[in-house]
């Protein structure tokens, strides 16, 4: 999209007029509206061109070489200094994302290896750095991939605060998986249009929140010794679950809420594989792979499906804090 600024430089070389400037804005952000109705696809944002790419792996094997070196306690802040002066290049003036993602995980890395603690709470200080580090290159550089490793640190400081009883209680997994989602909630809610870095900031949330959610559910239904539990079978609860799980995802119009989720139900196949076969884990595998197929299906017929589900709610209140559910292009 053309900026504001762009403009304002044109008209500088009088190549517009300066009372043009506005209404050729307006226009653009409108045209650029009526394309994101037409083909409602989410873009990939943070990667541009394979230009993006082969930056990204020159950062990596610079962070490589310079692990290799015989740097040891505070000299590892100076390349995490070298690396806040080239995301002043390359993420403040350059706008890219994708190197920028690979910066902000290399200045995380060398900031994590300056700083060693010696006493029990070395897991939780160094957490609380990585969240202050991400918080301030988040708010210096208003890149919005920023906020997962703060995000997941904080929940990580939460989870190792509560201690045991965080393992005893998944549920406490999906409560911070919908503070998580509900933060990403307030950055879509002020940007339905998905034009801004606020939308971009909520995928990245939204990544995290799926799986807590997920985790936290699936665990509480295997394990539960409720009544209320008990007297379903997993494979019903199950079902319910990811269907409204599903129909949630399609309302907010979030597929980063289920690619998460794919994600997770990758990893929790593998560790299955590795036990037996018995009981509700059963029932898992067989719910995970309709859920495959699921996804499969539904991917391609995503804005036709949010239409005819949600249709009926265009134009109401609520449908003010999502995308709006009419399709324009039905081939």
């Not at 009372?19 to 873009?43: G, H, M």
């Not at 929140?209 to 199950?238: K, R, T």
Request: glycine content about 4%; proline content about 3%.
């Amino acid at each position: 999209m053309i900026s504001k600024s762009t403009l304002q430089k044109a008209s500088d070389k009088n190549i517009i007029n300066k009372d043009q400037i506005e209404p050729l804005y307006q226009f653009i952000v409108n045209e650029q509206s009526k394309d994101y109705s037409e083909n409602k696809e989410e873009p990939l944002k943070f990667i541009r061109s394979f230009g993006d790419v082969f930056i990204a792996l020159g950062i990596i094997l610079l962070v490589v070489s310079i692990n290799m070196t015989s740097l040891s306690g505070y000299y590892y802040l100076l390349p995490a200094a070298g690396f806040i002066v080239i995301a002043e290049w390359l993420v403040r003036v350059r706008r890219l994302a994708l190197p920028g993602m690979v910066i902000l995980l290399s200045i995380l890395f060398f900031i994590n290896k300056a700083f060693s603690f010696d006493n029990e709470n070395a897991t939780v200080l160094g957490l609380s750095v990585i969240s202050l580090s991400s918080l301030l290159f988040y708010l210096r550089y208003k890149m919005p991939f920023s906020l997962l490793p703060l995000a997941g640190s904080l929940v990580s400081m939460t989870i190792i605060q509560i201690g045991m009883d965080a393992l005893k209680n998944p549920v406490i997994f999906m409560l911070l998986g919908l503070i998580t989602f509900s933060i990403a909630m307030w950055f879509d809610s002020r940007d339905t249009k998905r034009q801004s870095h606020l939308s971009d900031s909520a995928f990245w949330l939204h990544l995290l929140a799926a799986p807590l959610i997920v985790h936290g559910a699936m665990l509480s239904m295997i394990s539960s010794e409720q009544v209320w539990v008990q007297s379903f079978s997993n494979d019903i609860l199950m079902i319910i679950f990811f269907a409204c799980f599903f129909l949630i995802a399609l309302f907010v119009d979030r597929r980063a809420m289920l690619v998460s989720t794919q994600l997770y139900a990758i990893y929790a196949l593998t560790q299955l594989l590795q036990s037996d076969f018995i009981g509700s884990q059963n029932v898992m595998i067989y719910v995970l792979m309709a859920l495959g197929m699921f996804v499969i299906f539904f991917g391609t017929y995503w804005y036709k499906t949010r239409h005819i589900v949600f249709g009926i709610l265009s134009g109401s209140k609520v449908s003010q804090y999502v995308p709006d559910f009419e399709i324009q292009d039905t081939k």
